[in-house]
């Protein structure tokens, strides 16, 4: 009988053998606790037929307006293309920019892109670009932030409580179930859908060609092959994706993102995320404005979920990732998992600190009456969207197998020492 397929983590490089596991059990890493792999319950089709409902529901939620709001017999249906629309106009290049790709052009790839891998496992004749796909696949999903939007339209909604007359409409509810349901296809991800095709011998199995201990495991598949002694990269044997034994420069990377992360973050907190234009004047409204605003119109829950997305979340994600790349000294395997479970919560709440810049889009779609009540993207949500991308490639630039290697490299040298 064969071995079982090796498997690699990702955050500690510990080897383990992928073995059977109950139906909702998830595999974790003995080492630092990281999740390796788990058993759904929901079969290749039910997670196709998912794939067909999340597409329609996403048609239903860029097709229907998400709110019809009325102000002094005049009535506006906002709607998210139509928010994305106002922003180009107003010259927030950078903004409507960042919203169409993280709210529609990513999210609608990960649903094709996961239909169309899952077809071909399915159908057990793997197209030449599978490959390709599933790269893509990992990209599209770590950047599709449709639950994101889904909060900021139930905030903006508060926000215009006090302003106007409004009434939710079908998009919102659309946009609702499809944030429930991308949450749950991310659960198919593009290693697992690798797994799949190994189960069912479509690919190379992982590990069944090592003819040294010197090995690595690929970052955009997970084959477990052998790495040249002298060298630090190779291509995979699988997938040919190229992919390094360790990031390169990972540190210095990580540092030059969060630096710039860091400066913009004062320019995304003084100056204006929107300006709102009326007859009587104007006024402007900064991150931390619009959290005592919340509080004011008595939305303390609201103003609490802005505060620590918006302020909160970005800053620690700054502070988190400056101290772990600052304090490198091994001090323990324990410290080292802590170290390394901080590192995945940096991951896992990065793209939620783009909810004010979300909220500041769809404001402009439902306060869209001339002569009344205009609001306007500021430069402050450009800079603060900017924070946010910098902050989530300093978090994936950072490499949280080095701190592991240096208690790996004290054991040996403990063990030839002895």
């Not at 508060?158 to 009434?167: N, P």
């Not at 991308?182 to 290693?191: G, Q």
Request: hydrophobic share 50%; proline share 5%.
């Amino acid at each position: 009988m064969a071995n079982p397929p090796l498997v690699i983590c990702p955050h500690c490089a510990r080897l383990h053998e992928r073995t059977p596991i109950a139906p909702g059990a998830i595999a974790s890493c003995v080492q630092c606790g990281y999740e390796l792999y788990r058993h759904s319950r929901v079969s290749l089709e039910g997670w196709l037929a998912l794939c067909w409902t999340s597409l329609f529901v996403f048609m239903l939620a860029n097709l229907f307006p998400v709110a019809h709001i009325s102000l002094s017999g005049k009535t506006v249906e906002a709607s998210f293309p139509h928010a994305l629309y106002l922003t180009w106009l107003s010259g927030d290049y950078a903004v409507a920019l960042m919203a169409g790709l993280f709210v529609f052009a990513f999210p609608l790839g990960q649903i094709l892109f996961l239909m169309w891998a899952i077809q071909a496992v399915r159908k057990r004749r793997l197209p030449w670009d599978f490959r390709f796909g599933l790269r893509m696949l990992e990209v599209l999903s770590h950047w599709s932030m449709i639950p994101v939007l889904f909060l900021a339209m139930l905030v903006s909604m508060v926000k215009m409580a006090d302003l106007a007359r409004l009434a939710p409409a079908t998009g919102l509810w659309a946009f609702g179930v499809l944030a429930f349901m991308l949450t749950a296809l991310s659960r198919v991800s593009a290693h697992r859908l690798w797994h799949d095709a190994e189960d069912e011998g479509l690919v190379a199995r992982s590990g069944a060609a090592l003819a040294t201990n010197h090995i690595a495991g690929c970052t955009a598949c997970g084959y477990v092959q052998d790495m040249p002694r002298n060298e630090s990269g190779k291509t995979c044997d699988r997938c040919s994706a190229y992919f390094h034994l360790r990031k390169p420069k990972s540190n210095s990377r990580a540092w030059a993102f969060l630096a710039a992360a860091a400066i913009l973050y004062f320019p995304a907190n003084l100056y204006p995320v929107m300006t709102m234009r009326m007859p009587i004047g104007t006024e402007s409204h900064t991150i931390l404005g619009g959290v005592i605003e919340l509080w004011q119109l008595g939305s303390w829950d609201l103003a609490l979920i802005v505060f620590i997305a918006s302020v909160v979340v970005p800053l620690t994600k700054i502070l988190v990732l400056a101290a772990l790349m600052t304090v490198r000294h091994w001090r323990g395997p324990l410290m080292q998992r802590q170290r390394t479970r901080l590192y995945e919560i940096v991951e896992l709440v990065g793209q939620w600190s783009m909810l004010d810049v979300f909220v500041v889009i769809f404001l402009s779609s439902m306060a869209d009456f001339p002569g009344l009540v205009q609001i306007i993207p500021g430069l402050g949500a450009a800079s603060f969207g900017l924070v946010v991308i910098l902050t989530m490639f300093a978090a994936m630039s950072y490499d949280p197998r080095l701190g592991w290697d240096q208690g790996n490299r004290l054991e040996k040298s403990i063990q030839h020492g002895g």
